[in-house]
Nanobody, 121 residues
Framework: QVQLVESGGGLVQPGGSLRLSCAASGSIYNINVMGWYRQAPGKQRELVATIISGTSSHYADSVKGRFTVSRDNGKNTVSLQMNSLKPEDTAVYYC???????????????WGQGTQVTVSS
């Protein structure tokens, strides 16, 4: 069984910063991609940032230059540093990992429980 546990959400004023962290644990053989998605009220879940093997990252246009995703392969963790936050960044942020539980198992997606980020004055 695999668990993804997020931390670091909260309330912040516009222009402020927050750092989200996520730790994957359990039966993990190899993690392909880790990343963050978000879902605002009344909207579909959308990609925020993903990272492969700690070097190759991808960002949604709306967060480029403000958010930075990083990964520690040895600890199976992924973080999201969010700077210059805007009210439109308000959403529930979900950690995601595409991973193999054994050498022969196909990769599949796992999700965290979500953490609320609210940007408001």
């Amino acid at each position: 069984q695999v668990q993804l546990v997020e931390s670091g959400g909260g309330l912040v004023q516009p222009g402020g910063s927050l750092r989200l962290s996520c730790a994957a644990s359990g039966s993990i053989y190899n993690i392909n991609v880790m990343g963050w998605y978000r879902q605002a009220p009344g909207k579909q879940r959308e990609l925020v940032a993903t990272i492969i093997s700690g070097t190759s990252s991808h960002y949604a246009d709306s967060v480029k230059g403000r958010f930075t995703v990083s990964r520690d392969n040895g600890k199976n963790t992924v973080s999201l540093q969010m700077n210059s936050l805007k009210p439109e960044d308000t959403a529930v942020y979900y950690c995601n990992a595409n991973l193999h539980t054994t050498r022969w198992a196909p990769g599949r997606d796992y999700w965290g429980q979500g953490t609320q980020v609210t940007v408001s004055s």
